[in-house]
C-alpha cells in the first residue's frame, strides 16, 4: 500500500523526459515549468512575456494543461491553484500533486494527442456537426470557464473553418487568461484526438462581444468524410 508521505510522483530521468517530451510540442515558450516533489510550478519566461502580456499567459495555460495531462499518465490526479505569491510575481499557477491514480482510457487519449497537435490537418477541410461541438465543449474541465458551441461566422469562414468554440471567463484578470489559455489547449487536444483540425483566434481578432469575456476563438473543421 502506498503510505501517506510516499509521492504520487517520483521525479526521475524518466518522468522528467515524459514531461520535457510533451512541452516542447508547445509552440516556443513564453513560460517556464519547475519541479517540485509535490508540484508543478508555471511562471513567466521573463525573457519573451513582454512580447505580449495576454499571449503570454495564455501559453501559460497550454503549459499547464500539458502537465496536467503528463500527470495524469505518470498516474497522479492533480489541484490547481494561483498562489499570487509577492515574492514569486513571475509564478502564474501550481498543480499541487493530490494523490496516486492509475490512468483511464481517456487520460491515455489526451495524452496520445499531443503529438497530433502538430500534425497537418484534412486537405479538405469541412464544418463539423453541431453534436461534435457540444461533445468538443464537454471536454473543459477547467474552472471559472465556459465554452460555448457556436454556428459558422467570419472570420472563420474565411480562414477556412465552419466552426466555432468561443472560450469565456467571467472577467479578465491574469488568473482567467492563465485558465482561457488551459481550455483552449484542451479543447485542441480534443479535437485532434478525432481527427479534427484546429486554430485560434486571440480576442483581438474576436469580432461581436459577449456578456462574458472572450479570451479566445477555437476554430474547428473536420475532413470532408467526417472525424475519424
Known sequence: MTSMAEPAVHWNHSTRAVLVDALSRLPASRCVVELGPDEVTVALNPARHGRGEHRALGACGAALSTAKVVLRVLGARSRMFFPHNPDRPDVVAVLRVRE???????????????????????ETPA?????????????????????VPLP??????????????????????????????????TLRLAAAAHGLKTAVLSRSAIIGGHASVAQAVVLVAGPAEGPR
Open 152 to 185: 459558422p461566422e467570419e472570420p472563420a469562414a474565411a480562414l477556412g473553418f465552419g466552426s466555432r468554440l468561443p472560450v469565456l471567463t467571467n472577467r479578465d484578470t491574469a488568473d482567467e487568461q492563465v485558465l482561457a489559455g488551459a481550455v483552449t489547449h
Open 127 to 147: 464544418p463539423v456537426g453541431a453534436e461534435v461541438l457540444a461533445a468538443l465543449a464537454r471536454e473543459n474541465d477547467w474552472p471559472r470557464t465556459r465554452v
Open 100 to 122: 496516486p491514480a492509475p490512468a483511464t482510457e481517456h487520460d491515455w487519449v489526451r495524452y496520445l494527442a499531443l503529438r497530433r497537435l502538430t500534425e497537418s490537418g484534412p
